[in-house]
């Protein structure tokens, strides 16, 4: 029977870790909401993805294809986005309590500068916004967290050096 490998686990570990410490640096220096500083987790993902996933290439000695790479790649951004859902929670609802607070009065801010609604639409909208923002954070930290994991795991699948598998190698 074939031992099955969980380094993807270590690896997405100390990837998650990386981007809950990003972010908590950026929440505590008050930078999250920057435009510039919004990317930087997006940036780490997909490079430690697409370096992982040429790592992996360069460690198989045959058999290195397209689909095999990427699928290194997909359970190692699915496991990092199971574990962002953890993080988001403990950080908006533990660590940085007054994140809500604040989306909403950057809500209410783009609303209004924009200039084509009446106010009792902003405060219908920033109502929702109220009431959803914490499943609105989840899903959309999962699935932003899986769509980049999956950019990176398909730029990772195509810049690693593919080998055709020895079909006259026993395989026990």
Same mark, same amino acid.
């Given at each position: 029977m074939k031992k099955k490998s969980t380094d993807y686990l270590s690896k997405g570990l100390v990837?998650?870790?990386?981007? =809950? /410490? /990003?972010?908590?640096? @950026? @929440? *505590?220096?008050?930078?999250? *909401?920057?435009?510039?500083? %919004?990317?930087i987790g997006t940036l780490i993902l997909v490079i430690s993805l697409i370096i992982l996933c040429i790592q992996y290439g360069k460690g198989k000695t045959d058999g290195v294809t397209f689909g095999n790479v990427f699928g290194y790649g997909f359970k190692i951004a699915l496991f990092i986005s199971v574990l962002m859902i953890g993080?988001?929670?403990?950080? /908006?609802? /533990?660590? *940085?309590?007054? =994140? %809500?607070?604040?989306?909403?009065? !950057? +809500?209410? +801010? @783009? =609303? #209004?500068?924009?200039?084509?609604?009446? #106010?009792? !639409?902003?405060?219908?909208?920033l109502s929702y916004t109220n009431k959803l923002f914490l499943p609105i954070a989840i899903v959309g930290g999962f699935l932003g967290t899986l769509i980049f994991g999956i950019i990176g795991s398909l730029l990772g699948a195509a810049f690693t050096k593919k080998s055709e598998p020895n079909v006259f190698q026993d395989n026990p």
């Open positions: 990837i998650s870790l990386i981007l =809950m /410490v /990003v972010d908590l640096i @950026g @929440g *505590f220096a008050h930078l999250r *909401f920057e435009s510039w500083f %919004k990317w993080y988001t929670l403990i950080s /908006v609802l /533990v660590i *940085f309590p007054e =994140m %809500k607070d604040q989306v909403i009065q !950057q +809500a209410r +801010a @783009g =609303m #209004e500068a924009k200039g084509n609604l009446s #106010e009792d !639409q902003i405060e219908t909208a």
